[in-house]
């Protein structure tokens, strides 16, 4: 589909940076978002747009509304909202850094930088646990039904839901566990990636089983690893055709229904939350018709 962020779909990415805004001058928004709309949307770049933004226009994107923080069996999961979102992809980190500085200086009258990760692919797509991320992620036409809406209207079909988190990992925790209850932990056998049947119900895989859930609560995973100084850990990005299915399975990992916490809050918690909604594009630009803009 031509309408769409391409950035969402073409998978893996070397390197990538991660850009948060708010709104710095109420003035001078409407300027700087016909700015970031003049520019030529890429495979390099995916953008989102905050509840916060569309509030401050007056607007609302059917389906976009702001994570709502959650708790389970002593674990808290923050939400801290933005305007606006920004996934630099590409293979040159001066290269990504200077695209990050262009976007930031289009977004300056209105907007201010609040937040930056930087991210890196780790071996063939693994979290810095030692573990593949994106085996069971929906591909090719399934990848588009689970990300991309459809069948609501010019303006919102080619768009696109996404939940970000960053996680930040405590790796003596992990170093302390053996590789059996690690293995545990997800649910798979770091040795091969082989899922196994006797995983306990607190498994990451078994909480997360996409098929698992009614309706089933496919979504596509773009998550990469980050690091500065000594702390790491992932920024998990999931795009879907609804937050739902994200709900769905975190809530799960929650254990809101069956009281079961997934094992990998022993070894890592995220440290923000948030969802924007990607807008689709239009003659190779953002289209934010949606918001009659
Ligand atoms: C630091 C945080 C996380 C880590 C390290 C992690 C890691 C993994 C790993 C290693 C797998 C197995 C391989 C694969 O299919 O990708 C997996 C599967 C999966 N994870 Fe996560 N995950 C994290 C957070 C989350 C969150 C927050 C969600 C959603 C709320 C989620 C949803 C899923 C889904 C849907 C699957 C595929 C399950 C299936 O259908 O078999 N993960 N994750």
Same mark, same amino acid.
């Given at each position: 589909?031509? *309408? @769409?962020?391409?950035? @969402?779909?073409?998978?893996?990415?070397?390197?990538?940076?991660?850009?948060?805004?708010?709104?710095?001058?109420?003035?001078?928004?409407?300027?700087?978002?016909?700015?970031?709309?003049? #520019?030529?949307?890429?495979?390099?770049?995916?953008?989102?747009?905050?509840?916060?933004?569309?509030?401050?226009?007056? &607007? *609302?994107?059917?389906?976009? =509304?702001?994570?709502?923080? &959650?708790?389970?069996?002593? %674990?808290?999961?923050?939400?801290?909202?933005?305007?606006?979102?920004?996934?630099?992809?590409?293979?040159? =980190?001066?290269?990504?850094?200077?695209?990050?500085?262009?976007?930031?200086?289009?977004?300056?009258?209105?907007?201010?930088?609040?937040?930056?990760?930087?991210?890196?692919?780790?071996?063939?797509?693994?979290?810095?646990?030692?573990?593949?991320? /994106?085996?069971? *992620?929906?591909?090719?036409?399934?990848?588009?039904?689970?990300? %991309?809406?459809?069948?609501?209207?010019?303006?919102?079909?080619?768009?696109?839901?996404?939940?970000?988190?960053?996680?930040?990992?405590?790796?003596?925790?992990?170093?302390?566990?053996?590789? &059996?209850?690690?293995?545990?932990? %997800?649910?798979?056998?770091?040795?091969?990636?082989?899922?196994?049947?006797?995983?306990?119900?607190? +498994?990451?895989?078994?909480?997360?089983?996409?098929? *698992?859930?009614?309706?089933?609560?496919?979504?596509? =995973?773009?998550?990469?690893?980050?690091?500065?100084?000594?702390?790491?850990?992932?920024?998990?990005?999931?795009?879907?055709?609804?937050?739902? +299915?994200?709900?769905?399975?975190?809530?799960?990992?929650?254990? #809101?229904?069956?009281?079961?916490?997934?094992?990998?809050?022993?070894?890592?918690?995220?440290?923000?939350?948030?969802?924007?909604?990607?807008?689709?594009?239009?003659?190779? &630009?953002?289209?934010? /018709?949606?918001?009659?803009?």
């Amino acid at each position: 589909m031509q *309408n @769409i962020q391409a950035g @969402i779909l073409v998978e893996g990415t070397k390197l990538a940076r991660y850009l948060e805004f708010s709104v710095d001058s109420e003035a001078d928004v409407k300027t700087a978002l016909q700015a970031l709309v003049a #520019k030529d949307v890429t495979e390099n770049m995916v953008v989102g747009i905050g509840q916060s933004l569309l509030d401050l226009l007056g &607007k *609302n994107v059917l389906g976009l =509304r702001t994570m709502q923080a &959650k708790t389970g069996s002593g %674990i808290e999961l923050p939400s801290t909202p933005a305007a606006i979102w920004c996934w630099l992809r590409g293979t040159d =980190r001066g290269e990504i850094f200077h695209r990050s500085r262009q976007i930031e200086n289009i977004l300056a009258p209105g907007f201010a930088i609040t937040n930056v990760i930087d991210s890196f692919q780790y071996d063939a797509n693994r979290d810095l646990s030692g573990y593949e991320d /994106g085996t069971e *992620n929906p591909q090719g036409d399934d990848a588009i039904h689970a990300a %991309i809406v459809q069948d609501q209207g010019e303006g919102l079909d080619g768009g696109s839901f996404v939940a970000v988190q960053q996680w930040l990992h405590d790796f003596e925790v992990l170093d302390a566990m053996s590789t &059996k209850q690690q293995d545990d932990a %997800i649910g798979r056998h770091i040795s091969d990636n082989e899922e196994f049947d006797e995983a306990p119900e607190s +498994a990451h895989v078994k909480r997360s089983a996409q098929e *698992n859930f009614e309706p089933e609560a496919f979504m596509l =995973r773009r998550s990469m690893p980050w690091a500065e100084g000594m702390d790491a850990g992932l920024v998990f990005v999931a795009f879907g055709h609804s937050f739902t +299915a994200f709900e769905m399975i975190l809530d799960h990992m929650l254990g #809101k229904d069956d009281t079961v916490t997934d094992a990998l809050f022993t070894f890592t918690r995220p440290v923000s939350g948030a969802y924007f909604w990607c807008p689709p594009v239009k003659a190779g &630009k953002l289209d934010l /018709g949606a918001i009659d803009f």
